[in-house]
């Protein structure tokens, strides 16, 4: 196991979108590991080394709230980008104002966690590629604020705000410390990247405001 850091993590809105919720976005009760990892490397990242969340600490009380929002209704295939990176025509943009349509989102009010995590080298990693290198790197843009671009939480409009944690700073107690047991049914862990972005859940426990996240790409993990 790499060097482990605690960071918090807050924000006005969040939706961690639940995939079986087709036509509306309906948000996860809490942050998804996928989520987490993705404000991780949000500040650092590099091949060299693969971020692991082992646990998640709810602050706040898990509130929703909805509204609607402008989307557009198709994307852009992956087949349309690739010819075009090939200087074959192709249409890659849309008629705005044909695909655009109102969806509501139920989203979660005042988020704010605590994301546990560690990181660990991969096969990428080069000689000057160290541990105690890429934890002082992380430490440092931390402290500092840097991020290579905006944390969000779950959609680019939700920004996240982080600080890390260390020395006297803590956040004030979870709202569900002391509370029984919630089960929060069936999460999202994230995707395999190495078996062609297989989708991975697990069964979100909160205990204490505290979720323990596995490492499903360890032994024994995957779903």
């Known amino acids: 196991m790499g060097y482990g850091v605690k960071i918090f993590v807050w924000g006005d809105l969040a939706c961690f979108t639940r995939p079986e919720m087709k036509a509306e976005r309906v948000s996860y009760d809490v942050i998804t590991p996928s989520a987490a990892r993705g404000i991780l490397e949000s500040i650092h990242w590099k091949p060299a080394i693969r971020w692991v969340v082992n646990r998640i600490h709810v602050i706040n009380e898990i509130k929703f709230s909805s509204l609607k929002r402008n989307e557009i209704r198709t994307k852009i295939s992956a087949g349309a980008v690739k010819s075009a990176m090939n200087g074959k025509d192709a249409v890659l943009r849309q008629n705005t104002s044909e695909e655009r349509e109102q969806r509501m989102t139920v989203m979660l009010s005042q988020p704010a966690y605590i994301i546990e995590a560690h990181f660990e080298l991969t096969a990428h990693k080069g000689d000057s590629d160290t541990v105690e290198k890429h934890y002082n790197i992380f430490l440092r843009r931390a402290r500092n604020g ?16 982080f600080r890390l944690i260390e020395g006297d700073f803590y956040p004030d107690k979870s709202f569900y410390k002391d509370k029984p047991l919630i089960d929060l049914q069936w999460m999202l862990w994230d995707l395999d990247y190495t078996n062609g972005m297989t989708p991975k859940f697990f069964r979100a426990v909160m205990e204490n405001g505290v979720i323990e996240v596995p490492d499903m790409l360890g032994e024994g993990g995957a779903v």
């Open 146 to 161: 840097q991020c290579f671009q905006q944390p969000y939480f779950g959609c680019k409009e939700f920004p996240a705000n």
